[in-house]
């Protein structure tokens, strides 16, 4: 099974859904195998994916036993990249959803579903609730967006230590892929100064994601910013992330490699 990667945050409009998007979306390009996961109840990553398009069938289906993993995980027309819904149409299916990611029952969805995948890139809700605990219960790192702004960063230590609980109580192999600045414009510097002084730098990306409209059109077409004529700027800094995220890994594998596993090319 490849990375489980739960992108999430304390706080809402950070751009959750847009990273998961788009960073998924770089890394297909780099010829990993991609599948997106829609965990917000709200449906945020169907919405910025066209994904209804193509079905309405999604995690609900497989908790209900409705649906097959083959319904439910579409494929992108490149077939680069896969994506998966919640599955909520009504509001019953919300409480449902809920009630069964606090009894465990969606992150065994979720991991079924993951074993043919180099990265799944879960979109959470906002906040701290029962589905967000599910979900890092279940995966290999977290991922957090945030916004340079006084709130979000004096409210950050809360959010990471409820990640220190559930890595003591629930997932023991837990670990914070990084925290990456979104939608950062000139007038931010005070507040990400602040962020960076609060941050290991072990654990804040150096790559950063502008402030750029085109990330709004990109949202009204429904597609990854690289798609978007006039995005190749923005697109830029989720190739740049994915290069920055490949690079931790490489050098944190390489240290765990010792001359004997030198075999050579054949």
Same mark, same amino acid.
């Given at each position: ?99 069964? @990611?606090?009894?465990?029952? /969606?992150?065994?969805?979720?991991? +079924?579903? *993951?074993? %043919? &995948? ?103 077409? @429904?597609?990854?910013?690289? /798609?978007?004529?006039?995005?190749? +700027?923005? *697109?830029? %800094? &989720? ?28």
């Amino acid at each position: 099974m490849g990375k489980i990667i739960t992108v999430a945050c304390h706080k809402g409009g950070v751009g959750k859904t847009t990273t998961a998007l788009n960073l998924g979306f770089s890394l297909s390009r780099f010829g990993q195998k991609v599948l997106l996961i829609d965990s917000d109840p709200q449906g945020a990553m169907a919405i910025a994916s066209n994904l209804k398009k193509r079905t309405t069938l999604g995690l609900v289906n497989l908790l209900k036993n409705d649906a097959l993993p083959e319904d439910v995980v579409v494929y992108t027309k490149d077939n680069l990249m896969a994506i998966a819904g919640n599955g909520i149409t009504e509001p019953e299916d919300v409480f449902f959803f809920e009630r069964e @990611a606090r009894k465990g029952n /969606l992150g065994k969805i979720i991991r +079924s579903i *993951a074993k %043919a &995948y180099d990265y799944v890139f879960i979109d959470s809700p906002a906040g701290i609730g029962n589905i967000v605990t599910a979900l890092l219960g279940i995966s290999s790192s977290i991922l957090m967006p945030i916004h340079c702004r006084t709130i979000a960063v004096r409210t950050l230590p809360s959010f990471l230590r409820l990640t220190q609980k559930i890595r003591e109580k629930l997932n023991p192999d837990l670990y914070i892929e990084g925290v990456i600045i979104t939608m950062i414009d000139p007038q931010d510097s005070e507040f990400c100064e602040e962020l960076r002084n609060a941050v290991p730098p072990s654990v804040l990306f150096q790559t950063v994601i502008p402030f750029d409209e085109s990330f709004e059109t990109a949202s009204v077409k @429904a597609a990854p910013v690289a /798609l978007i004529p006039g995005g190749e +700027s923005a *697109a830029r %800094a &989720y190739m740049n992330l994915a290069m920055e995220l490949k690079t931790r890994e490489l050098s944190g594998r390489k240290k765990d490699i010792s001359d004997k596993d030198v075999e050579g090319l054949f």
